[in-house]
């Protein structure tokens, strides 16, 4: 079944229909616009979003970021983030696969089917102009006919008329015999347009007509088939990036699962524990000897206090809930900063004493290895002098050995700090003597007195363990393990050599210093660079 048999003479709902189609394509490329719109909006507001929640560099936000709670936050916005840039995505995989696209062939479609109904157009003129042409010939035939009967009916009666000359009578004969012949041609000329006529429209009906429908009915189930596309594709170009979107809402649920309240409990003792010891009992004050007496010192606990810290006076008691006064200053409560830390409680003064020695200490490692660099370059200018002054490296050479020199003094001082607050490293020291002018390392014992057995090869790093601390602890129960990335030549003391591919005992986690400390399956431990391992920590 098609159109040009079943629907031959319904031209006007042909039209019509074909019409409504198109209208429907435009229809839905606007619909999937103001859909793409949305999207995009959806995204804008969500980034918008998590811009605001976002904490700003420096902020007391981003400090609170080493809590788990506070850095899952920091994840399910940046989850969020991932997710408003998918929905971006879509919208834009809208807009040029369907919108785009639709409007393409919208445009294909209209001018072909101006194509279509012009030439259906121009047979239905071209029939209508030989009807026209029949519709004249016949009228001429009749109105001839009609004349000639006349001549005849004259001829008859003049030729009856006993009045009428011979030459009237002949001449009545050949006007009506001319009218006769006249007549006749008009007749053949109507039968000859008749059948013209007869076959155009024949061929109007039966082939032209057909297959100007035929066509459009091709072209109409071409546009079904283009649209039925665009809305498998209005599906699945959502469903294109669901893996991902799948993967943001993973990414926050396993924010909520890394949560660790124990954990974040911990590090707030870590980063506020002062060290402090509680205050002791007020000693009673008997006004009834007229003795002025005050506080013990010793109620305080230690030397250096939270009363003293403060500032506040010994005679009242250390309220842990802070009582603020109308003339509340900052400077009333906040201790000037120092050098040495001296304004922190105990336990975060250590803390920030380590944290400082070192940083000078990975100062100090630089600085000597630019230094035995240098000193190697030197070296190779002396023996090949073509390839550069030795003399050219002097100044680059005394402003290292400056550099190193007030280092070493800067260590030394920090050093001393922090014996006298009672600490020392947990894992990894930096000395400040444990480099001679020469780029050479010292040694020293764990109780921190200078040995002189011995002078390492240079180019030891500055990352050191004490070999005595090794012998005198026990071996600590791996917490997890690690595989080996590259190789790892282990050159320097304190560390071990690892082969690509060699798994090991993990002992001790990275502290921030990019180390990681390892023991071998034969029991020999050291440390080797976090960067080249991949670790795997018990749960």
């Given at each position: 079944?098609?159109w040009?048999?079943?629907?031959?003479?319904?031209?006007?709902?042909?039209?019509?229909?074909t019409?409504?189609?198109?209208d429907?394509?435009?229809?839905?490329?606007?619909?999937?616009?103001?859909?793409?719109?949305?999207?995009?909006?959806?995204?804008?507001?969500?980034?918008?979003?998590?811009?605001?929640?976002?904490?700003?560099?420096?902020?007391?936000?981003?400090?609170?970021?080493?809590?788990?709670?506070?850095?899952?936050?920091?994840?399910?916005?940046?989850?969020m983030?991932?997710?408003?840039?998918?929905?971006?995505?879509?919208?834009?995989?809208m807009?040029?696969?369907?919108?785009?696209?639709?409007?393409?062939?919208?445009?294909e479609?209209?001018?072909?089917?101006?194509?279509?109904?012009?030439?259906?157009?121009?047979?239905?003129?071209?029939?209508?102009?030989?009807?026209?042409?029949?519709?004249?010939?016949?009228?001429?035939?009749?109105?001839?006919w009609?004349?000639?009967?006349?001549?005849a009916?004259?001829?008859?009666?003049?030729?009856?008329?006993?009045?009428?000359?011979?030459?009237?009578?002949?001449?009545?004969?050949?006007?009506?015999?001319?009218?006769s012949?006249?007549?006749?041609?008009?007749?053949?000329?109507?039968?000859?347009?008749?059948?013209?006529?007869?076959?155009?429209?024949?061929?109007f009906?039966?082939?032209?007509?057909?297959?100007?429908?035929?066509?459009?009915?091709?072209?109409?189930?071409?546009?079904i088939?283009?649209?039925?596309?665009?809305?498998?594709?209005?599906?699945?170009?959502?469903?294109?990036?669901m893996?991902?979107?799948g993967?943001?809402?993973?990414?926050?649920?396993r924010?909520?699962?890394?949560v660790n309240?124990?954990?974040?409990?911990?590090?707030?003792?870590?980063?506020?524990?002062?060290g402090f010891?509680?205050?002791?009992d007020?000693?009673?004050?008997?006004?009834?000897?007229?003795?002025?007496?005050?506080?013990?010192e010793?109620?305080?606990g230690?030397p250096?206090?939270?009363?003293?810290?403060?500032?506040k006076?010994?005679?009242?008691?250390?309220?842990?809930?802070?009582?603020?006064?109308?003339?509340?200053?900052?400077?009333?409560?906040?201790?000037?900063a120092?050098?040495?830390?001296?304004?922190?409680?105990?336990?975060?003064?250590?803390?920030?004493?380590?944290?400082?020695?070192?940083?000078?200490?990975?100062?100090?490692?630089?600085?000597?290895?630019?230094?035995?660099?240098?000193?190697?370059?030197?070296?190779?200018?002396?023996?090949?002098?073509q390839?550069?002054?030795?003399?050219?490296?002097?100044?680059?050479?005394?402003?290292?050995?400056?550099?190193?020199?007030?280092?070493?003094?800067e260590l030394?001082k920090y050093?001393n700090?922090?014996?006298?607050?009672g600490?020392r490293?947990?894992?990894l020291?930096?000395?400040s003597q444990?480099?001679?002018?020469?780029?050479?390392?010292?040694t020293?014992?764990?109780?921190?007195?200078?040995?002189?057995?011995?002078?390492?090869?240079?180019?030891?790093?500055?990352?050191?363990?004490?070999?005595?601390?090794?012998?005198?602890?026990?071996?600590?129960?791996?917490i997890?393990?690690?595989?080996?990335l590259?190789?790892?030549?282990?050159?320097?003391?304190?560390t071990?050599?690892?082969?690509?591919?060699?798994?090991?005992?993990?002992?001790?986690?990275?502290?921030?210093?990019?180390?990681?400390r390892?023991?071998?399956?034969?029991?020999d431990?050291?440390?080797?660079?976090?960067?080249?391992?991949?670790?795997?920590?018990?749960?």
């Amino acid at each position: 079944m098609d159109w040009g048999t079943d629907l031959w003479d319904q031209y006007d709902i042909i039209d019509k229909h074909t019409q409504s189609g198109l209208d429907l394509v435009e229809k839905y490329v606007k619909f999937v616009k103001e859909r793409t719109e949305i999207e995009q909006n959806y995204a804008k507001q969500l980034r918008n979003l998590t811009k605001k929640y976002s904490p700003k560099r420096g902020s007391k936000e981003e400090q609170e970021c080493r809590f788990t709670n506070h850095q899952s936050f920091l994840d399910v916005l940046n989850e969020m983030n991932d997710y408003a840039g998918q929905r971006e995505l879509i919208a834009e995989n809208m807009m040029m696969n369907i919108c785009i696209e639709l409007t393409k062939y919208l445009q294909e479609l209209k001018q072909e089917r101006k194509t279509h109904l012009s030439e259906a157009k121009k047979a239905q003129q071209s029939l209508e102009s030989t009807y026209k042409q029949l519709d004249s010939s016949k009228k001429r035939f009749e109105r001839e006919w009609r004349e000639a009967e006349k001549a005849a009916q004259y001829a008859e009666k003049t030729d009856l008329d006993i009045n009428a000359t011979k030459a009237d009578v002949e001449k009545a004969k050949q006007q009506a015999h001319m009218r006769s012949h006249v007549a006749e041609e008009c007749k053949n000329d109507y039968a000859a347009q008749l059948q013209k006529y007869n076959k155009e429209q024949s061929q109007f009906y039966f082939t032209d007509m057909p297959l100007i429908f035929n066509k459009l009915q091709d072209m109409d189930e071409k546009r079904i088939r283009r649209l039925a596309q665009g809305y498998v594709l209005f599906s699945d170009t959502e469903k294109h990036v669901m893996p991902i979107i799948g993967k943001c809402l993973d990414g926050i649920t396993r924010a909520g699962n890394n949560v660790n309240e124990h954990n974040d409990s911990l590090a707030l003792i870590e980063q506020h524990k002062s060290g402090f010891e509680r205050p002791g009992d007020l000693e009673f004050e008997d006004y009834s000897q007229g003795i002025n007496r005050t506080s013990s010192e010793s109620s305080l606990g230690t030397p250096k206090g939270p009363l003293d810290l403060l500032g506040k006076n010994k005679s009242k008691p250390f309220w842990l809930f802070s009582k603020k006064s109308k003339r509340y200053t900052p400077e009333r409560s906040t201790p000037t900063a120092t050098e040495d830390f001296g304004h922190l409680p105990p336990e975060q003064r250590r803390k920030r004493l380590q944290q400082k020695i070192e940083e000078l200490g990975k100062e100090l490692q630089k600085e000597v290895d630019q230094s035995e660099a240098l000193g190697k370059m030197k070296d190779v200018y002396e023996k090949n002098p073509q390839m550069g002054d030795p003399a050219s490296l002097a100044p680059q050479i005394n402003q290292t050995t400056q550099n190193m020199e007030r280092l070493r003094g800067e260590l030394s001082k920090y050093e001393n700090w922090l014996t006298e607050a009672g600490g020392r490293g947990d894992t990894l020291r930096y000395s400040s003597q444990s480099f001679n002018n020469n780029g050479a390392h010292d040694t020293y014992s764990p109780d921190g007195a200078h040995s002189e057995e011995g002078t390492p090869d240079p180019s030891h790093a500055i990352y050191a363990e004490f070999d005595d601390d090794f012998e005198e602890e026990e071996l600590a129960a791996p917490i997890g393990q690690c595989t080996a990335l590259y190789n790892f030549p282990g050159s320097s003391e304190g560390t071990i050599a690892m082969q690509e591919g060699e798994v090991l005992s993990v002992v001790e986690e990275d502290k921030g210093d990019g180390w990681t400390r390892v023991r071998r399956s034969n029991g020999d431990e050291g440390y080797i660079p976090t960067s080249y391992v991949s670790i795997t920590l018990n749960k």
